[in-house]
């Protein structure tokens, strides 16, 4: 369900952040993420419509707390939904260093004879669910490593990492639901989660997601007791922006315990390097076509980003000059 207000207040600014804990004696693990500022700024830079936004922040949310599911983090991981509806697809990739970026098949889309009002199932229509984790580290040229997503690593190295991917269908096409399907059916765990986001009448208010897992050793009675004080915290973009992660613990666990928190931001890892490289693989005669007085204009599709390349250069890159 898409969660609106119809009050015209000044938006607040929260910087975006992940907060993971325990409660019940261990027994649980919550995470809980406000993506607020980096929905805002994908809404700014994709120049996302307002379905389009909403998906965008739900999928942020939840591609944030799957990465730290796990005791070693992956990487990256990439949170893929693709579906028969006008959005097409939602994609987020989320760093481990707190970097998020993503795209949107149709950013302005609408419903029949442009109807704008638009669930996000409805957006979202039958498809599927794909999880990609990257782990590993990049080995540099001179033999050390580093886990930093910094684009001249990349260059400069080789890459050495194992990738596992798992798909799904979705379920419902309301991402909350069709996440917690995903992690029963492809990774056994039980878990709860909510993704939300509110928008009002100046723009996004709030984007956030809660998530709750029962550990081994939780019991039939605590998961039950649990269920039912989950579902009292919906929407939970709303009940974020007044209690923030850890009073939503607190009323869930008493003994709620904060782990570690990190910030996130919506950061792009693309280059004026990388994407000549890539424009570089293709045949001269498609530069050729993309060329305007020796120009190419190429334009990430993650961030908006415009870079100038020299049609020159690409093809040297390419050895399609002697």
């Keep these: 369900m898409t969660e609106t207000t119809n009050e015209d207040t000044k938006q607040e600014n929260?910087?975006?952040?992940?907060?993971?804990?325990?409660?019940?004696?261990?027994?649980?693990?919550?995470?809980?993420?406000?993506?607020?500022?980096?929905?805002?700024?994908?809404?700014q830079r994709l120049d996302l419509g307002p379905v389009a936004s909403i998906a965008f922040g739900r999928c942020a949310a939840a591609a944030a707390m799957l990465l730290r599911l796990t005791s070693k983090a992956p990487r990256r991981l990439i949170l893929d939904i693709r579906g028969s509806g006008p959005l097409r697809r939602v994609l987020v990739e989320v760093g481990k260093g707190g970097s998020v970026r993503g795209l949107v098949g149709e950013p302005h889309?609408?419903?029949?004879?442009?109807?704008?009002?638009?669930s996000v199932a409805d957006a979202v229509g039958i498809g599927l669910l794909r999880v990609r984790k990257e782990e590993g580290r990049v080995a540099s040229a001179e033999g050390s490593s580093s886990d930093t997503d910094t684009e001249s690593d990349l260059r400069a190295g080789t890459e050495s990492r194992v990738t596992y991917e798992s798909q799904v269908?979705?379920?419902?096409?309301?991402?909350?639901?069709?996440v917690a399907y995903y992690l029963q059916q492809s990774e056994q765990r039980r878990c709860a989660i909510a993704v939300g986001v509110e928008v009002g009448t100046t723009g996004i208010r709030s984007a956030a997601g809660f998530l709750v897992e029962a550990l081994p050793g939780a019991d039939d009675a605590a998961v039950a007791s649990l269920e039912a004080g989950f579902h009292a915290i919906d929407p939970i973009s709303k009940t974020y922006?007044?209690?923030?992660?850890?009073?939503?613990?607190?009323?869930?666990?008493?003994?709620?315990?904060?782990?570690?928190?990190h910030g996130l931001e919506y950061r792009c890892r693309c280059s004026g390097e990388r994407l000549a490289d890539q424009l570089a693989a293709m045949p001269a005669t498609e530069i050729a076509a993309l060329s305007d007085d020796g120009v190419v204009k190429a334009e990430c599709a993650y961030c908006g980003e415009i870079y100038h390349l020299s049609e020159l250069d690409l093809l040297q890159r390419g050895g399609d000059l002697n």
């Design 14 to 43: 929260r910087p975006s952040e992940l907060n993971v804990g325990i409660g019940a004696g261990g027994a649980f693990r919550w995470v809980g993420v406000d993506v607020t500022d980096v929905t805002r700024a994908a809404q």
């Design 169 to 178: 269908e979705l379920s419902t096409s309301e991402i909350g639901s069709d």
């Design 241 to 261: 922006r007044r209690l923030g992660s850890r009073g939503i613990a607190k009323n869930l666990f008493p003994d709620a315990r904060l782990l570690f928190q």
């Design 109 to 118: 889309a609408t419903g029949p004879e442009g109807i704008l009002d638009l």
